[in-house]
Every structure is written in structure tokens, then in C-alpha cells.
T-cell receptor, first 113, second 111 residues
Framework: DAGVTQSPTHLIKTRGQQVTLRCSPK?????VSWYQQALGQGPQFIFQ???????QRGNFPDRFSGHQFPNYSSELNVNALLLGDSALYLC????????????FGEGSWLTVV | LAKTTQPISMDSYEGQEVNITCSHN???????ITWYQQFPSQGPRFIIQ???TKVTNEVASLFIPADRKSSTLSLPRVSLSDTAVYYC????????????FGQGTELSVKP
């Protein structure tokens, strides 16, 4: 049973560029959430996708957008990258109605230079 | 969502029992208490979850007093590999993935 998988694991981008991060949820899960974790901080909720729609959103600017596909996988897009966007981006999945625990992937390390 | 307060760091030695207490004075009736463990450069890993009294699994125990305003994660006989950051979260179970993380407790286990 595959857990939450994310790609790429590491990447370096230049200020102003755009980046796309990908996530496949744990088998049987239909809800995907994205988190940003800066060095030394706890993860911060970006947004959540369910049934291909954004359901909840944290305090992040519109430069952060996402998408969920019919197979429940998801993408996180960040436009006009800033140095402050350098962080570990975590994807988490859950099954919305069962009360199951939320599982996290290993994350994608983004460095903006 | 209830705010949580936990120690920033703790030190322990191999073989000892470690107890990490989390305060959540404004916990709501429907809130559960969940603990996650995070190693450097990895995603948080679920440890244990509870609503009241005591919950035990193969890796930890969770003690929740009757007023539920605090909780204690107990790690029996820690090893060096238990060195990690431990997060206490309080919220409605299955709220669709929106978890509010605090600073966490950085546990350092020494030989």
C-alpha cells in the first residue's frame, strides 16, 4: 500500500519563476492538502482539495494555486517565486468522511535563489 | 481551532521514559488531540490520537485528564532514533486536512 508520494524531492528555482509540485495521495484517500514548512517552523496549511475543488484555504497569496485530478492526485503551483518561498512543501491526504488520520508525504524541498 | 502550548525543547537519555505535555485550554467539545513526530527533512508522522482518558499503541501512550485542557504524550524507553520534533494538534477529527501546527517540541535523546 503506497503512502503519499511527492515529486520532485528537491528543486532549485530562480526568483520570478514558476514551479509545479506533484502529489499522489495514499491509496483510498480522496482529499489532499498542501502545507509549507519553513526551516525551524511547523507546517503551515496552504489549501485543501476535495472532489477537484479547493475547499479550504490558509493565509497564502493567490500566487499559490492548485489542482486536483479525477484520480485524486494534486498539483501545487507557485507563480512569481520569491526568496521567501524557499521551504519544504508537504502534501497530506485523508479520506474525508471516515475519520481516518491525515498522512503526510516526505515533501518537496524548494530553494529559490 | 484550539491553540496549543508545548515546551520548545527537551533532553533525555536512552532508556528513559519521556513525557511531553501540551496545554490546550480552549479545546472544544468536538476536538480530538493528535500527536505527530517529524524527523529532519521528512514529513510529519502520525503517532497517536485520543479524545479522553488514556490511549496506548505500540509506540506511545496519550494521557488526557477529565477537563481535557492538557494532554501528555509518553514515550517509553526512548532510543537515539526518537530524536525528533513532536507536535501536539487539537481539532475536529477529519476536518479535511486542515491541521494547525505550533512550534513543536524538539526532543533530543542522548546516549
Amino acid at each position: 500500500d503506497a503512502g503519499v508520494t511527492q515529486s520532485p524531492t528537491h528543486l532549485i528555482k530562480t526568483r520570478g519563476q514558476q514551479v509545479t509540485l506533484r502529489c499522489s495521495p495514499k491509496s483510498g484517500h480522496d482529499t489532499v492538502s498542501w502545507y509549507q514548512q519553513a526551516l525551524g517552523q511547523g507546517p503551515q496549511f496552504i489549501f485543501q482539495y476535495y472532489e477537484e475543488e479547493e475547499r479550504q484555504r490558509g493565509n497564502f497569496p493567490d500566487r499559490f494555486s492548485g489542482h486536483q485530478f479525477p484520480n485524486y492526485s494534486s498539483e501545487l503551483n507557485v507563480n512569481a517565486l520569491l526568496l521567501g518561498d524557499s521551504a519544504l512543501y508537504l502534501c497530506a491526504s485523508s479520506f474525508r468522511v471516515s475519520g481516518n488520520t491525515i498522512y503526510f508525504g516526505e515533501g518537496s524541498w524548494l530553494t529559490v535563489v | 481551532l484550539a491553540k496549543t502550548t508545548q515546551p520548545i525543547s527537551m533532553d533525555s537519555y536512552e532508556g528513559q521514559e519521556v513525557n511531553i505535555t501540551c496545554s490546550h485550554n480552549n479545546i472544544a467539545t468536538n476536538d480530538y488531540i493528535t500527536w505527530y513526530q517529524q524527523f529532519p527533512s521528512q514529513g510529519p508522522r502520525f503517532i497517536i490520537q485520543g479524545y479522553k482518558t488514556k490511549v496506548t499503541n505500540e509506540v506511545a501512550s496519550l494521557f488526557i485528564p477529565a477537563d481535557r485542557k492538557s494532554s501528555t504524550l509518553s514515550l517509553p524507553r526512548v532510543s537515539l532514533s526518537d530524536t525528533a520534533v513532536y507536535y501536539c494538534l487539537v481539532g475536529v477529527i477529519n476536518q479535511g486536512g486542515k491541521l494547525i501546527f505550533g512550534q513543536g517540541t524538539e526532543l533530543s535523546v542522548k546516549p
